[in-house]
Every structure is written in C-alpha cells, then in structure tokens.
C-alpha cells in the first residue's frame, strides 16, 4: 500500500465510450502525475499537477483530459480512445516537483481499447 | 532515439547467481532514481544518487552512480525469487521538469 490508490484497475472500453479513471493520495502531497506505461516502451509522463495547476502536458491528445479538482484526487476523462490507447496508466504523487522527489505511485489502471 | 537505454533487457537466472544491470546514456543527469515494479503493481523507489561516482547499499543491492554522472548500475548479489520483477532506472535533467524513465529490466529469479 503507498497510499496512491487507483480506480478501477481494470477497464475495457469502446472506441465510442467515456471512461474517468481515478485517482486519489492520501499522503498529503502537493504534485501529481499520470504516466502510461505501454508494452515495449518507457515509462511515458502525461501531465504533472502541482497545487491543482496543470504544469506539464507532455503533447497528449485532446482524447485525454485530465482533472484535478483539489490535491488529493485526479482524473482522466477518456473519450473517441484507439486501440493503440490500450495500456498500463499509472498515477503518482510526490511532496514536491523536485526531480530527486521520491515518486510514489498506484497500481494502475488496465486499460483495453477494443 | 531512446535517452536511457537499460541492459540487458530481460534477464532469468538462478536462486543465488548474482547480477549487474546498466543504465546508459550520452546525457549527464542531476540525479538518478532506481525503481522496482512488480505485476500488477506500479514502481516503488528504490534508491535516488546524486553525487558522481556514488555507491549505495540497500541489503543485497549495490547502486552505483557514474562519475560523469550520464550511467548507472544495480548490482544484486545472490538473487532471490523475491527479486522478481521490473527494474526501471529514471534521470532527471537540470532545466527539464521531467523525469526521463528507461524502458526496464525484466528480471526472473528461479527457486
């Protein structure tokens, strides 16, 4: 358990669908991240919160869109995904935006695009 | 063009045998992380070097970071089945907010 947790693990969903994955610390952090994870890849940053503003979008496309409504939680609203979405996406949080900040991260969310 | 290359890439070998992962780049790094990530689960930190030429212990893992600070290695000494799982080297870049992962190390370790 770090105290990063995300929902739900596992997710299939169609070309059409709308999906939110979620994401929620309980570590008192300030900066939070989303990362996909793809076979055969690095690990990828997709965007960084750090007191609830957006400070980084790493070119991702307008299908995904994050929300970070306060410190603790953070979505990411998907719609109109292609298969080449499926992945591993990953949430972390950190006390800081320092790049020797210890991330820590969630479990993932599965996500299958069929 | 990949800023962190790990080798080797996938890695199974005996309960007991020891082993070195590398961390290569051209790049020179502010600091280096080493993850861990097991299935189904995401990477827990291992060790963060900073200082070129560092060497960190954690139990049976030797962390070592370059003296030009641009590469890395972990070694493991008599490996255990718990050992299993994905390790991932990350650098951070002085004037870059990112930090830049490698693409991991799949290391099984048979009883």
């Known amino acids: 358990e770090t105290g990063v947790t995300q929902t739900p693990r596992h997710l299939v969903m169609g070309m059409t669908n709308k999906k939110s994955l979620k994401c929620e610390q309980h570590?008192?952090?300030?900066?939070m991240y989303w990362y996909k994870q793809s076979a055969k890849k690095p690990l990828e940053l997709m965007f960084v919160?750090?007191?609830?503003?957006?400070?980084e979008n790493n070119s991702v496309p307008s299908r995904f869109s994050p929300e970070c409504p306060n410190s603790s939680h953070l979505f990411l609203h998907l719609h109109t995904l292609q298969p080449e979405d499926s992945a591993l996406y990953l949430c972390?949080?950190?006390?800081?935006?320092?790049?020797?900040?210890?991330?820590?991260f969630g479990q993932g969310t599965r996500l299958t695009v069929v | 063009t990949q800023l962190l290359e790990q080798s080797p890439q996938f890695l199974s070998i005996q309960e007991g045998e020891n082993l070195t992962v590398y961390c290569n780049s051209s790049?020179?790094?502010?600091?280096l992380q080493w993850y861990r990530q097991e299935p189904g689960e995401g990477p827990v930190l291992l060790v963060t070097?900073?200082?070129?030429?560092e060497v960190k212990k954690l139990k049976r893992l030797t962390f070592q970071f370059g003296d030009a600070r641009k590469d890395s290695s972990l070694h493991i000494t008599a490996a255990q089945p718990g050992d299993t799982g994905l390790y991932l080297c990350a650098g951070a870049q002085g004037g870059s907010e990112k930090l830049v992962f490698g693409k991991g190390m799949k290391l099984t370790v048979n009883p």
């Open positions: 790049s020179v790094f502010s600091s």
């Open positions: 570590l008192g952090h300030n900066a």
């Open positions: 919160y750090n007191f609830k503003e957006q400070t």
């Open positions: 070097v900073v200082t070129g030429g």
């Open positions: 972390a949080s950190s006390q800081g935006q320092a790049l020797n900040t210890e991330a820590f």
